[in-house]
């Protein structure tokens, strides 16, 4: 069965940086789109970025600039550097991967990592 483990969060000082990792395991022929979503309390979740096998990548404005996604496809994992985090980043921070596996197509979500900006 695919999974998806996030890894990297913790807490920060505003101005510092992180970064996250999410690696897709189990039976995977290949790992299409990965994004990264973000749910602070009482938000809903949101778009962060997301790349394409090829390395198309799409953000959010509200992380334009300060945010790269990049991905490793022989590892199946893709990585999220967030630079000049601002406590409006605060939030628990999931990937998603569509993928075809051994079990067929589908789509994951990671557990989720969280991400505290704070002084």
């Known amino acids: 069965q695919v999974q998806l483990v996030e890894s990297g969060g913790g807490l920060v000082q505003p101005g510092g940086s992180l970064r996250l990792s999410c690696a897709a395991s189990?039976?995977?022929?290949?790992?299409?789109?990965m994004t990264w979503y973000r749910q602070a309390p009482g938000q809903e979740r949101e778009l962060v970025a997301s790349i394409t096998r090829g390395g198309s990548t799409n953000y959010a404005d509200s992380i334009k600039g300060r945010f790269t996604i990049s991905r490793d496809n022989a590892k199946n994992t893709v990585y999220l550097q967030m630079n000049s985090l601002k406590p409006e980043d605060t939030a628990v921070y999931y990937c998603?991967?569509?993928?075809?596996?051994?079990?067929?197509?589908?789509?994951?979500w990671g557990q989720g990592t969280q991400v505290t900006v704070s002084s």
């Open positions: 189990g039976g995977i022929f290949f790992i299409n789109t």
């Open positions: 998603n991967a569509g993928y075809d596996s051994a079990g067929g197509a589908g789509a994951r």
